[in-house]
């Protein structure tokens, strides 16, 4: 870099780059502009850096946490205004924290988190992690994280819970304690045979409305499952009354039904 020198900064390491920025943004484009701006971007890396490794453990890996924060990094040097009077730094952590967030909101999550839960979430991870310092070899209680973050214990199970939202498992893994049995063996499917009890229920009260002989031609029918030659018989009628007398309650059932149902 062109300046050396320190400011104070949050970081002790910041690099002093005022007089950096207010030449870039007199600089025409050009290679001279691309140079002075890549040298600035090289310079506040290890703050991006910094605030990457803020993330890690939440399901990315740490390489990729870097790029993320290197391009809120670029935008935060392409759109830093110092006229504003502002220092670099101030503007340039928000905007690289934001970066990040957004990569794990857009990318990351398999399933949608209300920001209530995902708050619950940061809360439970980060009270866990304080209490491991001074649980050691066990995981925090419940009821322990409770306490320390000042939540009930449903709250707590709640934030423990979005912890396994960031990634989903396959449709064909293995539900534990089954022999082969896949998640997509537990997942319900349309049954045409609910049409069938919807339908059955509609029409119980024309049936019973029936003349006993057509209530006992349409059981017979369709639950003895006897064709009408043999329903005939068993009554003493013809096969040609059997007929009649079928097509006359399918009529008068498809006439009184809909209008009951509809």
């Not at 939202?165 to 499917?189: H, K, P, Q, W």
Request: proline share 5%; hydrophobic share 35%.
């Amino acid at each position: 870099m062109r300046s050396t020198s320190r400011n104070q900064h949050p970081h002790h390491d910041a690099p002093d780059t005022a007089e950096d920025f207010l030449r870039l943004g007199r600089l025409p484009d050009g290679p001279e502009r691309r140079a002075l701006r890549d040298d600035l971007v090289t310079a506040w890396l290890p703050m991006a850096h910094r605030i990457a490794v803020r993330f890690r453990g939440r399901g990315e890996s740490l390489e990729d946490l870097y790029q993320v924060a290197a391009l809120g990094l670029v935008k935060a040097v392409d759109h830093y205004d110092p006229g504003r009077g502002h220092a670099f730094e101030s503007y340039a952590v928000p905007t690289v924290t934001g970066e990040i967030k957004r990569h794990f909101r857009d990318h990351m999550w398999t399933l949608h988190v209300p920001r209530r839960v995902q708050d619950l979430r940061n809360r439970v991870r980060r009270a866990g992690k304080e209490l491991s310092q001074t649980t050691p070899g066990r995981a925090p209680t419940v009821a322990e994280i409770a306490a320390h973050c000042r939540l009930t214990e449903a709250e707590v199970r709640m934030g423990l819970e979005a912890l396994e939202c960031f990634t989903a498992l396959s449709l064909d893994a293995d539900v534990a304690g089954t022999d082969g049995y896949a998640l997509a063996d537990t997942i319900g499917r349309a049954d045409p045979r609910y049409d069938v009890v919807v339908d059955r229920v509609a029409v119980r009260p024309r049936l019973l409305e029936l003349p006993e002989r057509e209530r006992t031609i349409l059981y017979l029918r369709f639950y003895g499952g006897m064709t009408q030659s043999r329903i005939a018989e068993h009554l003493g009628i013809s096969q040609m009354h059997v007929s009649r007398l079928l097509s006359g309650c399918f009529a008068r059932l498809r006439e009184e039904v809909p209008a009951e149902t509809g």
